[in-house]
């Protein structure tokens, strides 16, 4: 959620406004529900929890969820830092899973075939479900009567524009008219008013290329859709601005699908461009050829990929290992025709997904995720995923990233990897530290240890960061299966201190990995070569054997032969996000020549990896058949 970002005026901004749209409402479906499920998806998803086991799991789930909710306080008005935004998330969870299920479950009318005057136990389900409705009314209302929605964290107003906007719409027929009133008048002024504001300046959220912008443009549009039909000219506006400013988010997803925010905020910006097309799609039967937006239909591939055996992501810049369920997979599974994702997404859905159930796909098997290439390079970002089997928890996994220093949550991290073996993590990536720590989005943001070039499985040269404002390409890539790379240049985020500066990974023999750096400077520099783990390490001279949960992992120096590892405890205590736990693998060289090289070969097992040794050959040759 980076705040300091390069603010520029969109045309239409400076023209005072877009383009007029006065026909963007005249397809407008008319009553409710029409955001996001309408009746014939209800329907459609209470047959599924009839026939369908694994969804009936889920509703099951839900049920048990949102019982549990019934007891809590609604939301409360309390800023954490500069935000609202646990707040808002908690009202639209709640909210969106107990309308969901009243419109399900408690609607004698919608009862699955059966009418509630004939049967005791529908009619029971349905007085117990009205408490769902009854209780996500008060939830709405609740956070209604806040003073504002903090809308100087946008995220946090445009969260509870959703939330309202949702639960206007599926329980429309529930709420009174005072209700009604007091739900659409907090929408149009703790929502769309300081929305436009923000659109009618050229603000710089609506110019953002990253997550800020499908959030903030999502949570705007179902609100206005919702209240359409009551607030017709403010509705038509917002929708006119942020047809307009999405597609600047959406070309971050050229030419193939993958996102430079990691794959955390990845799963936050296309959940909220599924809120926002489908409700386009089913309020107005239009989606403003959003769908043929280079690269798009394929970034569900980059959340597969992104992935390792162990279940954890390639968490790089401000992301957690664990991303969570992914329902908008089942959404672009039918909007693009891809069952894979479909089958991916049931395999890694969320309990208390509710749109897990209710855009839920049984299409697509694992056979169809195990047809995947193993190795996949996701060239607009930058980022390689190697592995060497789909659906084996011991499988190994690298992911390897170059990229972009100056993307947004971007840490300084170019060269960075994970790596997984046998069902553990042995390469892990910190994550993002506490967003509330002064500068955090600012000035001292490259102080703090987790975002710094020490704190990654990376280089560190003459012991400073690297260049801020620096991209690494990769320039070489094969995938194929007894020996898939990735070659990253990281020349630009070292040029201070060296000509030229490159890392290769590679997968051998679908076990052991190779990591090669190639270190090309004018005089003698200070190289560094750490990697972070949360295994017990043993260092002997050239190697170190690693231990986790009763497996292990040796690291191998090839070159320089002189080299000898170290090991040493992180520890990161308040105000920074604690650390325990977490050791740093290092090695120290002084390069002596114009060209140096470390070579490090990590194989499973405690064995010696000497007799297996790859011969070690220049990464210009990577490509070049042995012998070539």
Known sequence: MLLCVLICTPTWAQSGGPPADADVLRTLRSGHPRLLVL???????????ETNADARRLHEGLVKYATRVLDDEPVVHRLIGPRLLDQSRTCLHRVSTLAALYR??????HATGREASKSDEVASRVKGDRRFADRAIKEMLT????????????????????????????LYDV????????IRTAIVEKGLTPGLAVYRKGGWWADAVHNWNQVCNGGMTVGALAIADEERAIAAEVIGFARRSIPRAMATFAPDGGWPEGPGYWNYATR??????????????????????????????FR????????????????GSTVGGSGQMMYFARLFDRPVYAA????HRSDTGVFDLLWYDARGTAADIDKLPAAAWFRGIDVAFLRSKWHDPAATFVGFKGGDNRANHSHLDLGTFVLDGQGERWAVELGADDYNMPGYFGSQRWTYYRLRTEGQNTLVINGENQDPKAKAPIVAFDSSSDRSFAVADLSAAYAKHARRVQRGVALLDSQAVLIQDEIDAASPVEVAWSMHTTAAAEPDGRDVIMTLNGKTMRARVLEPASAAWTVEEVKLDPPLKPLRDTRKLMLGLRTEGAASRIVVLMSPGAASAAADAPVVRPLAQWLQPVGG
């Open 39 to 49: 009746d014939e998806d209800f329907a459609r998803v209470r047959e599924l929890i």
């Open 104 to 109: 399900l479950d408690g609607d004698p009318l």
């Open 143 to 170: 956070a209604a009567a806040f003073p504002d929605w903090n809308p100087r964290h946008f995220l946090d107003t445009a969260e509870m524009a959703n939330a309202l906007g949702i639960g206007y719409d599926w």
């Open 175 to 182: 709420l009174s008219a005072e209700q009604r009133r007091a």
């Open 272 to 301: 909220y461009t599924a809120y926002y097309w489908a409700a386009l799609n089913t309020a107005l039967d239009n989606d403003f050829d959003l769908k043929s937006m280079p690269g798009f239909a394929d970034t569900g591939l």
């Open 304 to 319: 597969i990929h992104c992935e390792g055996p162990t279940g954890l992501a390639f968490n790089y810049a401000d992301g």
């Open 344 to 347: 991916y997404a049931r395999e």
